[in-house]
């Protein structure tokens, strides 16, 4: 479980390390290095005292190449297992978080969008090994009204 300690209007990063068991069992659908691990799924409570909630949607999805250093465009996948390279494809590398929100004349706050942006890359995995994940969130005031 990944566990991002945070307070409303402060921008956060950090990184936190994934143990791979196999890469057969460890990238798959569904796993923490699926996207949708940390996209879908949940939703958000628009404001502290109603119970409008909203859902996190897909900002840009890019994919990192470790040998070249580029990051390029690319659709976004489930991981899937290489089982002849041992490598895990479409593996979450960095996802970040953009909260927008609007703040009323009487003081309240109401979270607009939620979205996130997502770099993705392959990884060569040997049993019990471990690759960090990037994660950050952001907040933007896009309205006083």
Do not use: H
Not at 109 to 131: E, G, H, Q
């Amino acid at each position: 479980m990944v566990v991002l300690t945070l307070e409303f209007g402060i921008n956060e990063a950090s990184e936190c390390s994934f143990y791979f068991n196999t890469g057969a069992t460890s990238c798959v659908q569904g796993s923490q290095v699926d996207v949708n691990y940390y996209t879908k799924g949940f939703n958000v409570y628009k404001t502290p005292t109603t119970s409008n909630t909203i859902a996190i949607t897909a900002g840009t999805n890019k994919c990192y190449d470790k040998a070249s250093g580029v990051t390029l465009d690319c659709r976004l996948a489930s991981p899937t297992w290489d089982n002849a390279n041992s490598v895990c494809n479409n593996a979450v590398y960095k996802i970040s978080w953009t909260i927008s929100y609007s703040v009323s004349t009487a003081g309240d706050v109401t979270i607009d969008s939620i979205v996130a942006d997502t770099i993705l890359s392959n990884v060569k995995v040997s049993a019990y090994s471990a690759r960090n994940l990037g994660f950050s969130i952001s907040f933007v005031q896009v309205s006083i009204c």
